[in-house]
């Protein structure tokens, strides 16, 4: 790594010799355990955090409840301009923290700078936004009475997140929570705390110029225990978890039981149709990229292709001799396509469900398997595989996160195709290729895709900040990012206010003293 310019890029980002992992802002706790991040990239020791303590627990909650006070009495477009800021360091700071996301997580350098970039255009989003927190003004059935909605802000936010995004997904939630004036505590994956320390470290430094109190951006560290301590805790009414299903049934039992509120991003089980009008040259890059970007740990990334029996073979050929093209190793080397997994655990996840897809009847026609040799020391380096299946078998209606793509054979009308990509418990992406107007409306249709995601002539991993992110059924069904996902940083309030001399009541009621 050092030939890419990492040493450089750690101490650019402040993580040099670091020895904690709790923090308000410009305040750091020692705290615990520690936690030490190994690049999957070459194995090598990145540095260590602290795991958060009950009693620094403790400070960080209640220094975020006092900073809430201050921080929801300033102006929007004020707490708009923070965020301005915030994003004009990620543009000075985007090479070095695109570096150590591909570093720590294992991305290639192009997505690594791509999820920066997607920070940077949350911002700007958010920015905008910090001028539009409109409610509405509603007509009301009484006269001499105004109604309207305002909304309000809701106070802490407890954001958890996946390793796989392990920068964007904490400014997806917090670029919009403080322009909402809210005030967020991140717990991020203990597979990428490093880069939790980075992302805190640039926002304390805008924070501190702009004289702000402790409490607006804190981060604990530290596994599923320290999760709980939010999920558990009434003084924080709302939950974002991004993560597994596993993760997110009980994080939303857990917050529901106090009445807290949660946004769940869950798993995927994502599938691209192919009609017999496909058009090759949209299908192949858009699946490939689909399947093996990012090593197949996207939440998006492609795990079944529904083929129309008629173009199957042609579509099988295509896909098969693109992945002979595929360079993998160091992701920090731009000339290679596919980096390594996260750690050994999820290797053996992917080896495993190889093993069940054959066991089942699956009929490899790609072969997986682990790399070995010079540049693969970690150990974390795999092929990735193409199985043709069938949609009923076990490993194929789980989320394995891991580059497997199962092929699978459709006869007759889309509906059809359709009625498979549903068959599955996830519903996050989904995708058809077509040239033909009908297939690709109905797919769209009420009676067409269950997710929350439904692309026509593109694949179904790579979203764009502007459109609401998330899907439904075990996907968790939360929203983040675009369109009007910020309300749900927010809390309604109904308004009415009677300007007249009477008190008529709703429904005509009458009820004279
Ligand atoms: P994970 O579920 O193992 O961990 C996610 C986070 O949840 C971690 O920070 C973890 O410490 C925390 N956590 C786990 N159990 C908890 C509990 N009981 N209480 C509180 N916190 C708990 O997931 P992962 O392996 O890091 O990430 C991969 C998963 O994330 C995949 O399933 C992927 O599809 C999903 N994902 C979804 C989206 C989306 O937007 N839908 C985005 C990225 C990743």
Redesign the pocket.
């Known amino acids: 790594a050092k030939d890419f310019g990492m040493d450089e890029a750690l101490k650019q980002l402040g993580l040099k010799d670091v020895n904690h992992g709790t923090s308000t802002g410009n305040k750091w706790f020692k705290g615990g355990e520690e936690i030490a991040s190994y690049s999957p990239v070459d194995g090598a020791l990145i540095g260590k955090v602290t795991t958060t303590t009950k009693e620094d627990y403790e400070k960080v909650i209640t220094t975020a409840q006092d900073a809430f006070l201050t921080f929801r009495a300033m102006p929007a477009p004020q707490r708009g301009e923070i965020v301005r800021q915030f994003g004009n360091k990620l543009r000075e700071l985007k090479e070095p923290l695109g570096k150590l996301v591909s570093y720590e997580m294992g991305k290639s350098l192009q997505e690594g700078y791509g999820e920066v970039q997607e920070m940077i255009d949350i911002c700007d989003f958010a920015v905008g936004l910090s001028r539009q927190l409109n409610g509405q003004t509603i007509p009301s059935e009484r006269a001499g009475h105004v109604m309207r909605e305002q909304w309000h802000s809701i106070g802490i936010v407890g954001i ?6 392990p920068v964007a ?1 904490w400014a997806w939630n917090t670029a919009l929570a403080w322009v909402c004036g809210d005030v967020c505590v991140w ?5 990428a705390p490093m880069c939790a320390v980075a992302c805190q470290n640039i926002i304390a430094g805008v924070l501190k110029e702009n004289n702000l109190p402790e409490g607006i951006s804190a981060i604990i560290n ?3 225990k ?3 301590m ?2 558990k805790d009434t003084r924080i009414p709302l939950i974002s ?8 049934r ?2 939303g039992a ?1 917050v529901a039981e106090r009445f807290g509120k949660s946004l769940l ?4 089980n994502n599938a691209i149709i192919i009609t017999p009008t496909a058009d090759l040259k949209v299908v192949v890059p858009g699946a490939v990229f689909g399947a093996v970007g990012t090593c197949g ?3 998006t990334s492609t795990r079944r292709l529904i083929i129309h029996e008629s173009v199957y073979d042609k579509v099988r050929d295509a896909i098969v001799g693109a992945y002979k093209q595929i360079v993998i190793g160091n992701p920090l080397d731009e000339n290679n396509h596919v980096g390594p997994l ?1 750690d050994k655990e999820s290797v053996n996840t992917y080896l495993s469900a190889i093993e069940k897809a054959k066991a089942e009847g699956g009929n490899v026609l790609v072969e997986g398997g682990v790399l070995e040799g010079k540049g693969y020391e970690s150990g974390c380096y795999v092929k990735p595989a193409i199985i043709e299946a069938e949609n009923s078998f076990a490993i194929v209606q789980h ?1 394995t ?1 891991a580059p497997i793509l199962y092929l699978m054979k459709y006869s007759g009308d889309v509906e059809n195709a359709i009625a498979v990509q549903n068959g599955v418990a996830q519903g ?1 992406s989904s995708a058809i290729m077509t040239n033909e107007m009908k297939e690709a409306e109905k797919f769209l249709s009420f009676a067409g895709s269950d997710c929350g995601i439904a692309n026509v002539n593109i694949g179904t991993s790579g979203a764009e900040i502007g459109g609401a ?3 439904e059924k075990e ?2 069904g939360g929203r ?1 990012s675009g369109s009007d996902a910020w309300k749900v940083y927010m809390r309604r309030q109904t308004n009415t206010v009677n300007y007249s001399d009477e008190l008529p009541l709703a429904q005509g009621i009458k009820f004279d003293l």
């Open positions: 958890i997140s996946a390793f796989n995004f997904v717990k991020a994956s203990e597979k530290g596994d599923y320290v999760g709980e939010m999920t978890a991004t993560g597994s299903t596993r993760m997110g009980i994080v857990t991003e869950l798993g995927g740990q996207r939440c996260i989320e996160f996050l992110f998330g899907g996907t968790g983040e």
